[in-house]
C-alpha cells in the first residue's frame, strides 16, 4: 500500500498563498489518480481536486480559478497550489491515491486563513 506525506499546511492571510505538496512512496506514474480532499470543522470531507495518470484534471467550483493540483513524476509528488485564499478554505487537506480498487490516504496538514 501506498504511503503519503502531506506538507506544507499553515497560517495564512486570506488573500495569501500556499503550496501544498504531497509525497508517495511508490512510483506516481503507477497510481491511477491523486487527488486533494479537505475536511473543515463540522462538515464532510469534500473534493478539492484530482489529476489523473493521464494528466487530466477536476476542480471543486468553489476552487476553481484559484487553486492548481501538479505533480512531479521524478519526485513522486503531487502539489496543490493554493491561490486567493479565503477563510471558508480553512480545513485540514489530505491526500489520497487511487490505483486499482485501493485508495490510500494521507494523515493531512491543517489550512488556517484568518481573515
Known amino acids: 500500500q501506498v504511503q503519503l506525506v502531506e506538507s506544507g499546511g499553515g497560517l495564512v492571510q486570506a488573500g495569501g498563498s500556499l503550496r501544498l505538496s504531497c509525497a508517495t512512496s511508490r512510483s506516481i506514474l503507477s497510481i491511477d489518480a491523486m487527488a486533494w480532499y479537505r475536511q473543515a470543522p463540522g462538515k464532510q470531507r469534500e473534493l478539492v481536486a484530482v489529476?489523473?495518470?493521464?494528466?487530466?484534471?477536476n476542480y471543486a467550483d468553489s476552487v476553481k480559478g484559484r487553486f492548481a493540483i501538479s505533480r512531479d513524476n521524478a519526485k513522486n509528488t503531487v502539489y496543490l497550489q493554493m491561490n486567493s485564499l479565503k477563510p471558508e478554505d480553512t480545513a485540514v487537506y489530505y491526500c489520497?491515491?487511487?490505483?486499482?480498487?485501493?485508495?490510500?490516504w494521507g494523515k493531512g496538514t491543517l489550512v488556517t486563513v484568518s481573515s
Open positions: 489520497k491515491a487511487s490505483y486499482g480498487s485501493i485508495q490510500s
Open positions: 489529476i489523473t495518470s493521464g494528466g487530466s484534471t
